[in-house]
């Protein structure tokens, strides 16, 4: 299996524009989730989906994000209009069910001047 | 809502033990997990420990649990270079895993 597969590794973006990250998950996992990292509020859990149906979106931070999984081999999370603050290391990671622990992918560096 | 701390750094010397702890507050935690972080990577599993046990060896590592104070250790034995990353540990009860912000370990040749 090829794990989790992100795409891009790195975007650099100017302020305003739009920015969409892509995520694979492993076949077969039930959950996709999205995290953010930062030095200053480490990881954080922005949305997460149990079988394609978003469950929980209580961490996008503003209506500039949005994330969607039209089936269960992809996702994307957006960011319309980017800012400066968004940049940091966007995580997407499967799970197999409830109790599974979490396969990470490599990681989306996004920066935004 | 759940919070999980860790101590931010941690340095040891090459062959030593290396000790990360990790405190939570969610008592109903089913899972508690480790992870590791290289540079430019993702997280990768390392181990977990179901809450009803108190402590699971897997070669170089051990964790320990403490449920009554919802406490979480990871003992590295005899620590490599290699072993120079940032440990997440992370519990899981109703919610998805939530994560400490990570120990960042360093390995002195």
């Known amino acids: 299996d090829a794990g989790v597969i992100q795409s891009p590794r790195h975007e650099v973006t100017e302020m305003g524009q739009e920015v969409t990250l892509r995520c694979k998950p492993i076949?077969?996992?039930?959950?996709l989730f999205w995290y953010r990292q930062t030095m200053m509020r480490g990881l954080e859990l922005l949305i997460y989906?149990?079988?394609?149906?978003?469950?929980?979106d209580s961490g996008m931070p503003e209506d500039r994000f949005s994330a969607k999984m039209p089936n269960a081999s992809f996702s994307t999370l957006k960011i319309q209009p980017s800012e400066p603050r968004d940049s940091a290391v966007y995580f997407c990671?499967?799970?197999?069910?409830?109790?599974?622990?979490?396969?990470f992918g490599s990681g989306t560096r996004l920066t935004v001047v | 809502g759940e919070d999980v701390e860790q101590s931010l750094f941690l340095s040891v010397r090459e062959g030593d033990s290396s000790v990360i702890n990790c405190t939570y507050t969610?008592?109903?935690?089913?899972?508690l997990y480790w992870y590791k972080q290289e540079p430019g990577a993702g997280l990768q599993l390392l181990t977990y420990?179901?809450?009803?046990?108190d402590m699971k060896q897997d070669q170089r590592l051990t964790v320990l649990l403490n449920k009554k104070d919802k406490h979480l250790s990871l003992r590295i034995a005899d620590t490599q270079t290699g072993d120079s990353a940032i440990y997440f540990c992370?519990?899981?009860?109703?919610?998805?895993?939530?994560f400490g912000k990570g120990t960042r370990l360093s390995v002195i040749a």
């Open positions: 969610d008592s109903s935690s089913t899972y």
């Open positions: 992370a519990e899981k009860g109703n919610t998805p895993l939530v």
């Open positions: 990671a499967s799970s197999p069910g409830p109790t599974g622990g979490y396969t």
């Open positions: 420990i179901f809450s009803n046990m």
């Open positions: 076949s077969g996992h039930n959950s």
């Open positions: 989906f149990n079988n394609n149906v978003p469950i929980d």
